[in-house]
């Protein structure tokens, strides 16, 4: 199984990827050495917001490019998030 997901920071900027290991990439993008990615690392921490399975990684490559293809927190709240805003500011 291939998953598509969204991460949220502190501060409400998303990050949007694609895996075949959901725990693992999530803990990997909140390392703070060199392993984590550098976006990631000087962002965290991040907590996941949604994700959604696929069967191939070309599918899950597929939307994860048309997620990033609308460049839009709007739309991530609006279309993918059903309204809520997702904060982890409460």
Known sequence: MFWVYILENLEGRFYIGQTDDL???LA???RTDQ???KFTRKNGPW???W???HLTRGLAVTRERQIKAMKSSRWIREQLL???V???RD
């Open 86 to 88: 997702p904060t982890r």
């Open 82 to 84: 059903n309204g809520r």
């Open 28 to 30: 990997n993008h909140n």
């Open 47 to 49: 907590a996941l917001v």
């Open 23 to 25: 725990a693992t990439r």
């Open 51 to 53: 994700s959604e399975a």
């Open 35 to 37: 392993i984590g990615g």
